[in-house]
C-alpha cells in the first residue's frame, strides 16, 4: 500500500520569509511524487514533480523540493514568500499505477 | 488548448435522488480520475478508468458509479444521493503511470 503524509496541518509565515512544507511517503519503491497547489475556489495546479535522477526538483513559481529516499521525504521550499503564495498545497505519490495519492494538504497562510 | 471541464459547477440535490457530474477532457488522454475532497482528507479518490469500457473502484467507491464509453468523458453518477455525498468533486486525466494528472475545477455538491 501507498500513502503520502503532511504533518503540517496549517502554516503562517511573514511574506519575504523561507518556506517549507513536508512531505512523508510510504512505498515500496521509488515513487514518483508531486507537488500541487490549490488557490480557492480553483482546481489543483502542478508546482513540480520528481521521476529519478536529481534529487532536487525545481519547479514553477520558484518552488523546489528535495526527495531523500533516506527520509522517505519529499519536502517543498521556497527561499522568500509571496503574499499570493497563500494556497493549499498538496504532496501526491504514484507507483506503478496510475492514479495519484494524495496527502491531507497544508493550508498556507501569509502576513503581510 | 487542450483542457479538462467538469459541469456543473455547483449542485445542490436532495437525499434520495439520482445525480450525475460530468467530466470532458480534450488531452486524449486514456487515464481518468474521479477525487472528491474534503476538509482534513485531501482528495480521495473514487473511479479510475485506464480506456474505453474500462473502469475501477478507488478508495471510496461505495455510492458512486461511472461508466467509460469513449475516451473525452468519464461521468460520475450517485445512485441515491446522501448528505456524506457533500463534498468538493475534482476530475483528472493523464497519459500514464507517473505523468502529471490535470484537473478539472471542480464541482461543489451539496446534498441536503
Known amino acids: 500500500a501507498q500513502s503520502v503524509t503532511q504533518p503540517d496541518i496549517h502554516i503562517t509565515v511573514s511574506e519575504g520569509a523561507s518556506l517549507e512544507l513536508r512531505c512523508n511517503y510510504s512505498y515500496g519503491a521509488t515513487p514518483y511524487l508531486f507537488w500541487y497547489v490549490q488557490s480557492p475556489g480553483q482546481g489543483l495546479q502542478l508546482l513540480l514533480k520528481y521521476f529519478s535522477g536529481d534529487t532536487l526538483v525545481q519547479g514553477i513559481k520558484g518552488f523546489e523540493a528535495e526527495f531523500k529516499r533516506s527520509q522517505s521525504s519529499f519536502n517543498l521550499r521556497k527561499p522568500s514568500v509571496h503574499w499570493s503564495d497563500a494556497a493549499e498545497y498538496f504532496c501526491a505519490l504514484s507507483g506503478s499505477a496510475r492514479q495519484l495519492t494524495f496527502g491531507s494538504g497544508t493550508q498556507l497562510t501569509v502576513l503581510p | 488548448d487542450a483542457e479538462i471541464t467538469q459541469s456543473p459547477r455547483h449542485k445542490i440535490t436532495e437525499t434520495g435522488r439520482q445525480v450525475t457530474l460530468a467530466c470532458h477532457q480534450t488531452?486524449?488522454?486514456?487515464?481518468m480520475f474521479w477525487y472528491r475532497q474534503d476538509l482534513g482528507h485531501g482528495l480521495r479518490l473514487i473511479h479510475y478508468?485506464?480506456?474505453?469500457?474500462?473502469?475501477n473502484k478507488g478508495e471510496v467507491s461505495d455510492g458512486y458509479s461511472v461508466s467509460r464509453s469513449n475516451t473525452e468523458d468519464l461521468p460520475l453518477t450517485l445512485e441515491s444521493a446522501a448528505s456524506s455525498q457533500t463534498s468538493v468533486y475534482f476530475c483528472?486525466?493523464?497519459?500514464?503511470?507517473?505523468?502529471?494528472?490535470?484537473f478539472g475545477q471542480g464541482t461543489r455538491l451539496t446534498v441536503v
Open positions: 483528472a486525466s493523464s497519459t500514464g503511470a507517473g505523468t502529471e494528472a490535470f
Open positions: 488531452w486524449n488522454h486514456n487515464n
Open positions: 478508468s485506464y480506456g474505453v469500457q474500462d473502469t
